[in-house]
């Protein structure tokens, strides 16, 4: 007689894998959340913040890549998507940590986290897909969620400033998102991260060259933090998202993404004392809330 396969040991391992999966989204989305402090901790011009972390996460993947006997290998059109979207990722990144710096840890995630404002109008240039009523509507609220958090409508402002820092750096990660979305489809993604942080650091790099910011000579305490935000919130939280994703959909990972606001917003309360002003509350209440029920398919229950 055949053995049967056992029905109950089958469903109590697609438990816990979606259970450590869940474990996976919420640690990773935790350290991402973290890693908008270090842009006040050291005492970097955010420029050359951004490259420290970059290199440090570029030479962590680097490791991973060779450790896990992935191969580098990769075709000319995917080296210029890399390419492009690793230009991406400097512009958000650093940009994300200006904003951060100019004002407070709150308004640059509320900012961001309003990205499904820009991904909404460019992904059907992308892939040719249809503007949906919906989706145009979620992308309203969006824009009255982050007017909620503008202060006053003059650059000499620098809440108003770092909110606009933080739409371009925003703006930059949505064009990054598609992608990446491209790319995934033929690419391992620790391969793709390892290609994009690289051709960030060049751009970076060039950047410190070309504009010309002051550079600052950085302590021993920053270069601890630097390695620490680039291997640990960086090249660690970029894995363990990916490794999330074999026990959840992409919507559900999405979905629990959106607490990186939450975590990041508390952490900066209870850890810098910075305490949200009551507009940049509204205003990431407000698109929070779009961002997780546009997520969520029509008629499907909260996860």
Known sequence: MEDMP???????????????????????????GSAGLFAKWIRLPALQLTLGRVLVSFICLFISIMAGRRSFQVSREQRLWL????????IHWWLYAASIQQASVAVGVVTFVSFPLFVTFIEPVFFRERLTVRNVAAALLIIAGVAVTVPEFRLDNDVTRAILLGLISTFAYAVLS???????????????????????AIVLFLLLIFIRVPVVQPTAADIGLIILQGSVMTALAHT??????????????GVVSTLEVVYAVLLAWFLLGEVPALRTLAGGVVILAVVIFSQLQPGQPAA
């Open 6 to 32: 056992d029905k109950t040991t089958g469903r109590h391992a697609s438990t816990a894998n979606r259970r450590q999966s869940l474990l996976f989204v919420n640690v990773s989305v935790l350290l991402f």
């Open 83 to 90: 390419m492009a979207a690793g230009t991406m990722l400097a």
């Open 178 to 200: 598609l992608v990446n979305r491209h790319l995934t489809t033929a690419l391992d993604s620790t391969v793709i991260a390892f290609y994009e942080q690289g051709t960030a």
């Open 240 to 253: 363990l998202y990916i490794r999330s994703l074999k026990g959840l959909t992409a919507r559900l990972a």
